[in-house]
């Protein structure tokens, strides 16, 4: 799943039903372990829409599990659909990106790095 796709899917979950998404007010997170009932970081993704990013699902992640990053690496939610981006990054992606380039010598000439 895509980073969307599991906030839709966790929204989903959240309130209930599919159809119900789409009335949610965003003021609430149920099932979160936060005491505090706060605006939901997902709220505007709720539709499935939009390119959410996946520190976005990071900061929702932390205030679901209280504020302690060190806790969120931790978390053993694995039902929950985020569960797979609460670290702020990408698994889809591993392996993209510059590193992966400076490590491939034919790339590395048309960079000018050696």
């Known amino acids: 799943m895509t980073p969307l796709e599991s906030i839709r899917a966790f929204c989903t979950a959240c309130v209930g039903s599919p159809h119900l998404v789409k009335t949610c007010g965003g003021d609430r997170i149920i099932g979160s372990q936060s005491t505090n009932n706060a605006i939901c970081h ?25 504020g302690k990053p060190s806790l969120v690496k931790e978390c053993t939610s694995k039902k929950c659909q985020v569960w797979r981006y609460r670290t702020g990054k990408n698994p889809n992606r591993a392996g993209i990106g510059d590193a992966n380039r400076l490590n491939n010598p034919s790339k590395r000439a048309l960079t000018g790095i050696f």
């Open 42 to 66: 997902f709220f505007p993704f709720r539709l499935g829409t939009g390119r959410p990013s996946v520190k976005t699902i990071r900061q929702f992640c932390l205030l679901c599990i209280g």
